[in-house]
């Protein structure tokens, strides 16, 4: 789970994750083209987002095709960060038990 939020504090792979969400499979080729980065760059952010698991690839010719790795998504930081909503909603203090640190 750290590997996938480490990955996804990065602004610029939020931001292709946010993408390949949007378009589904996408080329290297568009994400290079619309991030304005170069090959090597966007290749480094790809494989942290490959390792984390929360990107497929297929490589087809001399262009790899990235998609996100939705399963990935759900059972990791989806199901945890939905965990944390249910275990705060359930540890709300009443009024009685705030008046305690008063």
């Not at 297929?58 to 990235?66: A, E, F, L, S, V």
Request: aromatic share 6%; proline share 4%.
């Amino acid at each position: 789970m750290d590997e996938v939020f480490k990955a996804l504090g990065d602004p610029t792979r939020l931001r292709i994750v946010r993408m390949l969400a949007e378009q589904g499979e996408v080329c290297v080729c568009k994400i290079v083209e619309a991030f304005g980065m170069n090959q090597p760059a966007v290749s480094h952010h790809m494989a942290k987002l490959k390792q984390a698991r929360l990107v497929h690839h297929r490589k087809q010719g001399q262009w790899i095709y990235y998609s996100l790795n939705t399963d990935s998504v759900k059972t990791g930081p989806l199901r945890f960060l939905s965990e944390l909503i249910s275990l705060a909603e359930k540890a709300h203090p009443t009024d009685e038990d705030a008046a305690c640190c008063r």
